[in-house]
């Protein structure tokens, strides 16, 4: 056979290529895209990095994306949380008032919102303990299991020279959970302000048993066996100075009386 037959053979056994009516090639023909991920709507965008700014300890930008994002929805509790975690974060509790106040009037059965407002009214700049502990009540009516809220309640009851009511709260977080050294620290110094250093020792030595470098468990440990050093002194004196007074007290009187 000669060549051009050749060719004209194997041209035939070709797939001829697919055409599109007008002449095109058939869009059918060629191999799919990749369909295109939407983006999400930018009130996302704005939270997303909102939410990875404040993880990120960047306050002052998880502020600002916080604003963005109550900019496209003002209604939207998320940013309004996240933007009074940034505030309080930043020092300024004064303005960490108004988004949790509102937050908690848009959702009244978010623990986190009430929280943060108890949290508010702690600061500082506002030291407003008994509104604190109205939220911080009601945060853990929503959420009894917090061991945030029952922190924060604490908190405000000691503030309030409540201390017997602010162990209780923490002998509650304690009980749901018995591993947190933070609560046992919390407890350690609740005892040492009632001057019970019995107790306050063993909720030292608790939270030193589950981490021996914890520097709050450490600088109470240091404060309680200071002052049990200051008891040991006092008593002894006492047992020095007391019956020395008695007897020269006795001795003066005897002396009057020999003289007479």
């Given at each position: 056979?000669?060549?051009?037959?050749?060719l004209?053979?194997?041209?035939?056994?070709?797939?001829?290529?697919?055409?599109?009516?007008?002449?095109?090639?058939?869009?059918?023909s060629q191999s799919p895209a990749d369909p295109e991920v939407p983006a999400p709507p930018p009130i996302e965008q704005a939270l997303r990095q909102c939410r990875e700014a404040l993880r990120a300890g960047l306050f002052e930008?998880?502020?600002?994306?916080?604003?963005?994002?109550?900019?496209?929805?003002?209604?939207r509790v998320e940013a309004m949380l996240t933007k009074t975690r940034a505030l309080l974060a930043l020092g300024d509790g004064r303005s960490a008032l108004a988004p949790a106040r509102m937050a908690t009037s848009l959702a009244p059965d978010s623990a986190e919102a009430f929280l943060l407002l108890g949290q508010a009214y702690l600061h500082d700049l506002n030291q407003d303990y008994p509104?604190?502990?109205?939220?911080?009540?009601?945060?853990?009516?929503?959420?009894?299991?917090?061991?945030?809220?029952?922190?924060?309640?604490?908190?405000?009851?000691?503030?309030?020279?409540?201390?017997?009511?602010?162990?209780?709260?923490?002998r509650l977080a304690h009980e749901?959970?018995?591993?947190?050294t933070a609560v046992m620290v919390k407890l350690a110094e609740s005892y040492y302000v009632l001057?019970?250093?019995?107790?306050?020792?063993?909720?030292?030595?608790?939270?030193?048993?589950?981490?021996?470098?914890?520097?709050?468990?450490?600088?109470?440990?240091?404060?309680v066996r200071s002052r049990q050093s200051y008891n040991f002194w006092v008593i002894l004196l006492a047992a020095i100075i007391i019956p020395?007074?008695?007897?020269?007290?006795?001795?003066?009187?005897?002396?009057?009386?020999?003289?007479?």
């Open positions: 056979m000669n060549l051009p037959l050749c004209l053979v194997a041209g035939l056994w070709q797939a001829p290529a697919a055409s599109a009516p007008d002449g095109g090639v058939d869009a059918s930008r998880a502020l600002s994306e916080c604003n963005a994002a109550l900019r496209l929805d003002p209604n509104r604190a502990e109205e939220a911080l009540r009601k945060a853990a009516e929503l959420d009894p299991v917090s061991r945030d809220v029952r922190l924060a309640l604490a908190k405000a009851l000691s503030f309030q020279k409540r201390v017997e009511e602010a162990i209780a709260e923490l749901r959970h018995p591993d947190d001057r019970k250093l019995d107790l306050a020792e063993r909720y030292i030595q608790e939270a030193l048993e589950k981490n021996p470098a914890d520097p709050d468990a450490l600088r109470v440990q240091e404060q020395s007074l008695w007897f020269g007290i006795r001795w003066l009187k005897r002396g009057r009386v020999v003289k007479e």
